[in-house]
DNA sequence: CTGGATCCGGGAAGATACTG
DNA sequence: CAGTATCTTCCCGGATCCAG
């Protein structure tokens, strides 16, 4: 009798999902997305497409497998994420943003542009990743020469990094590919990297820092912004 | 000695905000604001204006005391909110968004729009705050005869509620007015509210579950959108 | 009575070992 | 590689108590 109690609470649990009980789209919006890592894990997928688990994992430093494996389920469940299994009947699943999902697209660009300023004052042994810097390039930086002919620049490399866009006044920003070929290559420690983009330090100063570019550096001050 | 090891454990412990530790702008504002209840109460300051302890707590239903100070100190420590002392010497504490707190505008309104569709598939025992309404009607709503002079419409009462300008074409809202002088007044469920103010539900069908309105309720179709 | 501080139980987050 | 299982730690939530 005590079991069958015990199980009778466990589906109850299993159903109830934490929240905050308001009728209110903020809040309904946060009973969603207002868990820890679960935004983040979101950004991943923005940034990366449709992932595996371990590539989810490897841009959240310090995340448990077990929360991570439960953000994806709550995900799923809330129709944010789905889970398919991999073409190939090996069987691995992999991550994809719903439309649903894609559209927090809005509320990770106003976080990132309210975050913005305090990233310099992140603490000195904070964690870096080359294609975190993707967003506030795709939501900060403009084509300044919007005349000229696209540009292709690859920021980091293929192990972690982005490819971005230049062309017709327009940036873009997407996983490097294999079958780009970028007009220069940028690579750097990432505060100084964070400093450049944000307008904070210019390039020469920048590459004195530890900034190295490769191929055509012309092509990065047609994004970069004017130094401050 | 083991107690003041203890103790300088305690002090670490203390300056240690738990912080996701990356270089990201996204991360770093989620550092700040991702905790739980922490955007609610940034909700209630930007709908209300200065508050008092109390004010706050009363439109975060649930939220337990030491955890409501606990939020508006760390708040406080990152630039969000100030705390002063009301004047008059009574010694009560008046919270107040800073510039850097009213800037979370944005990530609010982003939020929302993520948000509402959900809002009608809330728990039926949801709890709904009349005032919680004013940024859905801010954001969503627009004015649409912006030739005619102003008209000011209360939703809800002094005690819950706001009154929305809609003048030039631009819709506003604020808190209550004790000297404003309403056209119409609007009260009602809140689930029948949501979906008249989502366009899901014509007036006279909202009338027929519940809501009443007193005074020009011709003023409403100026700033109601199209039943879809 | 408002604005908190303190204490405590339960549950979520975090770390790690383990398995198909 | 993609999780599951397990254990620890710590935060959240509720009640109670205290001060002005």
Known sequence: ?????????????????????QLCSIARALDVVGDRWTLLIVRELLIQGPSRFGEVQRGLPGIATNLLTQRLRDLE???VVTRESSP??????????????????GVLRELLKWGAPTVPD???DAIFQMHWLSQPARFLLQDH?????????????LDDGFDLTAAR???????CKLDASPSASVTGPGPVLVALLQGAMPLALAVANGVRVEGDASALDRILPPTR
């Open 77 to 79: 469940a809330n129709g």
């Open 145 to 157: 020469r919007p005349t000229e002919p696209a540009v292709v620049i690859r920021f980091g490399t």
């Open 88 to 105: 190939g009947a090996t069987g691995v699943p992999t991550y994809r943003l719903t439309d649903r999902g894609t559209a927090l697209d």
């Open 122 to 124: 992140a603490p000195r």
């Open 169 to 175: 006044g327009v940036v873009a920003v997407q996983p």
């Open 1 to 21: 009798m005590l079991d069958t109690f015990k199980q009778e609470l466990e589906k109850v649990k299993e159903c109830w999902v934490k929240s905050y009980g």
